[in-house]
């Protein structure tokens, strides 16, 4: 009688506690970690990372404007945005790097208008993303 009852408490703990998107084999745990998901792609985690790819460059493409400065010329330059997409499928700029201010700004509009999205996952659970896209002007 103990002994099943010791296996039928093992079973019950380990159904409690299982979570989607962690694996234990041995001594090893394993966490798996999946993209955020643009609005409007479904499939497979790797068709939704390829869709997500793919919506991102058609958003740069949709909203990309050369700066001009104060005499109405064109401003040539490189900038390099890194930004998370929170747990709540939010964009938040991290930083915007490059060496004029006009094409920073420019950089961190285009970024600031991705629409809300379904955030990545790590273990099951929303988690913060970190991607860092380069602009050449």
Same mark, same amino acid.
């Given at each position: 009688? %103990? %002994?099943?009852?010791? $296996?039928?408490?093992?079973?019950?703990?380990? /159904?409690?506690? !299982? *979570?989607?998107? #962690? =694996? $234990?084999?041995?001594?090893? @745990?394993?966490? =798996? *970690?999946? +993209?955020? #998901?643009?609005?409007?792609?479904?499939?497979?985690? +790797?068709?939704? %990372?390829?869709?997500?790819?793919?919506?991102?460059?058609?958003?740069? =493409? !949709?909203?990309? %404007?050369?700066?001009?400065? +104060?005499?109405?010329?064109?401003?040539?330059?490189?900038?390099? $945005?890194?930004?998370? /997409?929170?747990?709540?499928?939010? $964009?938040? #700029?991290?930083? #915007?790097?490059?060496?004029?201010?006009? @094409?920073?700004?420019?950089?961190?509009? /285009?970024?600031? !208008?991705?629409?809300?999205?379904?955030?990545?996952?790590? !273990?099951?659970?929303?988690? +913060?993303? =970190?991607?860092?896209?380069?602009?050449?002007?």
């Amino acid at each position: 009688m %103990k %002994k099943l009852l010791i $296996v039928f408490l093992l079973l019950a703990g380990g /159904i409690c506690t !299982a *979570q989607e998107g #962690v =694996k $234990v084999k041995g001594n090893t @745990l394993t966490t =798996k *970690q999946t +993209a955020p #998901v643009w609005p409007g792609c479904e499939g497979t985690a +790797a068709e939704k %990372k390829n869709c997500f790819n793919k919506k991102l460059v058609e958003h740069m =493409k !949709a909203n990309y %404007k050369f700066p001009k400065d +104060a005499s109405g010329n064109y401003i040539r330059g490189k900038a390099v $945005v890194s930004f998370n /997409i929170n747990e709540e499928g939010k $964009v938040e #700029v991290l930083s #915007v790097e490059g060496p004029k201010k006009e @094409l920073n700004a420019e950089a961190k509009r /285009i970024i600031l !208008a991705i629409p809300p999205m379904e955030p990545g996952m790590l !273990a099951g659970k929303p988690t +913060a993303v =970190k991607y860092k896209v380069p602009f050449t002007f």
